[in-house]
C-alpha cells in the first residue's frame, strides 16, 4: 500500500473509534462498565 491509502485508512479507523466512543457515551455504557470494574474490585479484595 502507498502512503496516502495508509494515511487515510488511519484516518478513517480514527474517526470510527470516536464515533464508536461517543455511541458508548450516548448510551450510558460506561455506568455498566463502572460498575463491573468496582464490583470486580471489591471481590479482590474480600470486601463484596
Known sequence: ???TKT??????????????VII???D???INVLN???RICLE???IG
Do not use: T
Open 1 to 3: 500500500m502507498d502512503k
Open 7 to 20: 494515511a487515510a485508512l488511519r484516518i478513517f479507523f480514527l474517526i470510527l473509534g470516536a464515533v464508536f
Open 24 to 26: 458508548g457515551l450516548l
Open 28 to 30: 450510558k455504557e460506561y
Open 36 to 38: 463491573k470494574a468496582v
Open 44 to 46: 479482590c479484595i474480600g
